[in-house]
């Protein structure tokens, strides 16, 4: 993609949870492997071209996805 874009950061998502009191239930390889799964095209590599939205549910969950 084009313009700028954003790496990867599973240290962003484990400090937000961290600060809601919440426990992200995955390793940062697999967080890594959920958002690519759940990003599709918006992420090439590590480097995320289209904003996206990750979530973690009160149970430790993961979810992923395209913010319009």
Do not use: C, F, I
């Amino acid at each position: 993609g084009t313009g700028p874009w954003m790496t990867v950061r599973p240290g962003r998502v484990y400090d937000a949870a961290d600060e809601s009191g919440v426990k992200v239930n995955h390793t940062a390889p697999e967080l890594m492997r959920l958002v690519g799964d759940g990003a599709g095209d918006a992420v090439e590599g590590q480097r995320v071209v289209d904003p996206l939205l990750v979530g973690v549910t009160s149970s430790g969950a993961v979810r992923v996805r395209r913010r319009r």
